[in-house]
């Protein structure tokens, strides 16, 4: 498919993608990423498929805000300050899943990893699906980051599985990954992955 230039249309035509299971390649404020229905069982599993990804590795997600988050993860106090502190911005936080609401592939241990990006394009998205997206960095697993659609393209150009549906934000400043922190077994806030927030 052929990549679509932003504006409220394609946007629009990317959230009717997600909400039909299929999959959109969309600017983040990191890299390119993989957008998909979290709560939709077959859409996560054909992230993994295009990325390469073993299913064992659980897939992080994106909210529109932070009240989407809480409709499906506690929040314990000792993530809390970080949540109101980074969000929105490139803080994933490892929080305890409430309810059956998302697909079962991308909980791991009873946890999922979620963050309210600052990108406006990916809050647009989740608003838009009324749930959160899974959000993958857009590059077969193993290969480079990819900052624009030409490197995105080019590392799917040969895959059976593709995505189906392209949001064009020109080329994107790279930026570090995301900053992941969860909690120890004593309750203590622990990075579990250093990135573009310093913590």
Same mark, same amino acid.
């Given at each position: 498919?052929?990549?679509? *230039?932003?504006?409220?249309?394609?946007?629009?035509?990317?959230?009717?993608?997600? +909400?039909?299971?299929?999959?959109?390649?969309?600017?983040? !404020?990191?890299?390119?990423?993989?957008?998909?229905?979290?709560?939709?069982? !077959?859409?996560?599993?054909?992230?993994?498929?295009?990325? #390469?990804?073993? !299913?064992? +590795?659980?897939?992080?997600?994106?909210?529109?805000? *932070?009240?989407? =988050?809480? =409709?499906?993860?506690?929040?314990?106090?000792?993530?809390?300050?970080?949540?109101?502190?980074?969000?929105?911005?490139?803080?994933?936080?490892?929080?305890? =899943?409430?309810?059956?609401?998302?697909?079962?592939?991308?909980?791991?241990?009873? *946890?999922?990893?979620?963050?309210?990006?600052?990108?406006?394009?990916?809050?647009?998205?989740?608003? #838009?699906?009324?749930?959160?997206?899974?959000? *993958?960095?857009?590059?077969?697993? #193993?290969?480079?980051?990819? @900052?624009?659609? $030409?490197?995105?393209?080019?590392?799917?150009?040969?895959?059976?599985? +593709?995505?189906?549906? @392209?949001?064009?934000? #020109?080329?994107?400043?790279?930026?570090?990954?995301?900053?992941?922190?969860?909690?120890?077994?004593?309750?203590?806030? $622990?990075?579990?992955?250093?990135?573009?927030? !310093?913590?």
């Amino acid at each position: 498919m052929d990549a679509q *230039t932003l504006n409220d249309q394609t946007i629009q035509q990317a959230i009717a993608v997600l +909400k039909n299971g299929g999959v959109v390649v969309f600017p983040t !404020e990191t890299a390119y990423g993989l957008a998909a229905d979290a709560a939709n069982t !077959e859409s996560v599993d054909r992230v993994s498929l295009i990325k #390469g990804r073993t !299913e064992d +590795k659980s897939l992080p997600l994106i909210a529109a805000d *932070t009240a989407m =988050v809480e =409709v499906i993860a506690g929040i314990p106090r000792g993530l809390r300050s970080l949540a109101d502190r980074y969000w929105p911005g490139p803080l994933t936080l490892v929080l305890p =899943v409430m309810g059956d609401q998302l697909a079962a592939s991308v909980i791991r241990q009873g *946890t999922i990893a979620i963050r309210v990006s600052s990108h406006p394009v990916a809050q647009a998205l989740a608003r #838009g699906l009324g749930r959160p997206i899974v959000s *993958t960095s857009a590059n077969r697993s #193993g290969e480079p980051t990819c @900052y624009s659609l $030409e490197c995105v393209k080019k590392q799917f150009e040969h895959q059976p599985i +593709k995505p189906d549906y @392209y949001l064009d934000a #020109g080329v994107l400043l790279p930026e570090p990954t995301s900053t992941i922190v969860g909690l120890d077994d004593y309750g203590i806030p $622990e990075v579990l992955r250093q990135g573009s927030i !310093e913590i």
